[in-house]
């Protein structure tokens, strides 16, 4: 491909902030524009600390940008789940084999700055405190608002990483209706903090993610490097305990006491993290189209947002960011190229849209229910016997980079396995093995590896 690129971007978040630095790495013309200030000025919108966990996909597409490094410095491992039962006890549930199968969490506003910082070192031009307000696509124009007025600036060719609520998209839509779908799924999420322990230390095991599975709603935790953790209540919008019952920082403190009792005295905030953060909503995404010919592609949330459940939203956009820069690379001319980047990606968007909503299900409910574990202990049975055709569909989003919808496919055959021989038994002491084992090699064909 040409070097004479111009590309500008809309939105300086994680998937802008990547795909910056990926193609001014390749010699490409980009400008980024960025409705915030400058986060390195301003400090980050916010002030917050919140956290993502950062899987291989996403860390691997750092590796591409020579991004990963940085943020791993300020990362902390996350083995597994530690999940808090109901009766006080809990338990640590490894993700992977071994700490080579880790999450990472990591802070959303360090994340963005050493991206911002990349990109710019990379030669992106960066524009903070302008909005994207409307686009000619006729003129090849685009307006954006900030210091009090407005903006025009010609482009070649717009990539929206402006997030769930793009204005890019719905700027495309009105030219050319894209199929938009919005499906809420009900439910909302509020943030609170875990202060570190009076002597400086974590309040919580540090090096996992912590879950407390009450059936209709849970919590989570995931640690920060300084020693705090976020907890995030997930609550439906509506019942009893829901968002519409649960108001005050008084009502959280009675829901807290009944169902998250060991949580409780770690959050000396509560009632006023409560009523002073806001309460999030959860949908996910579903667009017909993400591409206008050669003027236009989404990415990231501002093409297919989606539930949180799986922790996959960032690691999926990063993903996005290395496919649509390869496929300028390998495509003479932008249609063609946007064009086979939709086609790639939309399949596996909707793939793991579907994996994050069924990952809701499983960990509020399903974590501790016996039928469950016995399938979880058959399927490390048969992840051992099999290490390069049974891979639990957990480790194929989180530890593998096959595509999402090959991992969607290959989870459905088997569950179905685990559940056919798990059927009216209580142990794995019942369990034919060399049916299962057979099956297995007739199913699931092995799985490349991974360079
Ligand atoms: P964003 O990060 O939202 O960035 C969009 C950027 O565009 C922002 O900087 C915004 O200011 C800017 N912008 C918006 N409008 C305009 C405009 N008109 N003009 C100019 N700029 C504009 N994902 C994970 O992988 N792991 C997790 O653990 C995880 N946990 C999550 C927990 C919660 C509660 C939620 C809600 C999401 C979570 N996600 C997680 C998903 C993740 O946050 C998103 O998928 C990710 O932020 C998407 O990146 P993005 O760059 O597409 O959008
Ligand atoms: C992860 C917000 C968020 C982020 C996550 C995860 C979850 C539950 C949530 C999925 C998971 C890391 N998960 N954890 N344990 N089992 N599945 O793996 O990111 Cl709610």
């Known amino acids: 491909m040409t070097s004479a690129r111009h590309f500008t971007i809309v939105g300086a978040g994680l998937a802008g902030s990547l795909l910056a630095t990926l193609l001014a790495k390749r010699g490409w013309q980009v400008d980024i524009y960025e409705r915030r200030g400058d986060p390195r000025v301003a400090g980050y919108a916010g002030g917050r600390s919140i956290n993502l966990a950062l899987a291989e ?6 590796r591409n940008a020579e991004a990963a490094d940085a943020v791993l410095e300020k990362a902390v491992m996350m083995r597994g789940r530690m999940v808090h039962f109901a009766d006080g006890s809990q338990q640590l549930q490894r993700y992977g084999r071994d700490d080579s199968e880790v999450i990472w969490s990591v802070s959303r506003g360090d994340l963005n700055l050493t991206l911002i910082d990349a990109a710019e070192a990379a030669g992106a031009k960066l524009h903070f405190d302008r ?70 230390g974590f309040s919580l095991e540090p090096h996992a993610l912590h879950i407390w599975p009450r059936g209709r709603y849970m919590c989570i935790a995931l640690p920060n490097d300084e020693r705090t953790f976020t907890v995030t209540l997930f609550l439906p919008n509506h019942g009893k305990p829901g ?18 009792a060991d949580a409780l005295p770690l959050i000396p905030d509560l009632e006023n993290d409560f009523e002073s953060h806001p309460t999030g909503t959860l949908s996910t995404l579903y667009l017909d189209r993400w591409s206008l ?22 690691n999926c956009a990063f993903e996005d960011c290395v496919s649509l820069a390869r496929h300028l690379d390998e495509e003479t001319d932008l249609a063609t190229a ?60 989180t530890f593998r ?24 038994q209580e142990s ?5 093995w060399p049916a299962l084992d057979a099956a297995v090699e007739r199913l699931l064909p092995p799985l490349p590896a991974e360079a």
Do not use: C, W
């Not at 929206?160 to 609520?165: F, H, I, P, S, T």
């Not at 968002?243 to 998250?260: I, K, N, P, S």
């Not at 010919?293 to 960032?314: E, I, S, T």
């Open 401 to 424: 980079r096959i595509p999402y919808a090959t991992a969607l496919v290959r989870g459905v055959v088997q569950r179905d396995l685990l559940i056919e021989a798990t059927r009216g």
């Open 131 to 200: 909005r994207l307000d409307s686009v000619d696509f006729q003129a090849r124009t685009a307006t954006f608002l900030g210091d009090g007025r407005s903006h025009t600036a010609p482009f070649n060719a717009l990539l929206g990483a402006d997030g769930a609520g793009s204005v890019l998209r719905q700027q495309m839509n009105a030219v050319t209706p894209i199929g938009e779908r919005l499906e809420s799924l009900g439910h909302g999420y509020k943030e609170l903090e875990i202060p570190p322990r009076v002597d400086g």
């Open 293 to 314: 010919d050669d003027k236009a592609v989404l990415l990231g949330d501002a093409a297919h947002a989606m539930v949180p459940f799986h922790g996959q939203g960032m």
């Open 428 to 432: 794995l002491d019942g369990i034919d």
């Open 57 to 62: 996909r996403g860390l691997h597409a750092l």
């Open 243 to 260: 968002f519409d019952t649960v108001q005050t920082g008084d009502d959280a403190r009675a829901l807290f006491e009944r169902d998250f």
């Open 338 to 397: 946007f064009a086979a980047f939709e086609a790639e990606r939309r399949p596996n968007a909707l793939a793991i849209q579907q994996m994050a909503l069924e990952n809701y299900l499983e960990m509020r409910e399903r974590v501790d229910d016996a039928d469950f574990l016995l399938q979880r202990s058959l399927e490390r049975a048969l992840a051992e016997r099999h290490p390069d055709r049974f891979v639990p569909r957990y480790a194929m989003v």
